[in-house]
């Protein structure tokens, strides 16, 4: 996903989408997501029948999606303030 207004795009009318759909959407890789999963980022649902599958909705990706996006420019706010106070950031 690009920065700026999170759009997402619905694949074949589904609401969900798989960890694949999920890592291109965002623009990660499929282990990235899984570890998003592991982590309790990123919430999910199983298939039924116990099924090792999971689907992570639509509205979850794009609400991590725009956190994400937030949490970037509160960093890019603060790194444009330190260097207009002309903070040093690396050892010299």
């Known amino acids: 996903m690009k920065s700026g207004p999170v759009v997402v795009g619905v694949i074949s009318g589904r609401a969900d989408l798989t960890p694949s759909e999920a890592a291109q959407l965002l623009g990660v890789s499929r282990q990235f997501v899984d570890r998003l999963i592991s982590h309790g980022k990123l919430s999910f649902v199983r298939l039924p029948g116990g099924s090792s599958h999971r689907r992570i909705p639509v509205a ?14 509160a960093h890019r706010t603060a790194v444009a303030a330190l260097d207009a106070a002309q903070v040093p950031w690396e050892d010299e």
């Open 60 to 73: 979850e990706v794009a609400r991590f999606q725009a956190e994400r996006e937030q949490r970037r420019e």
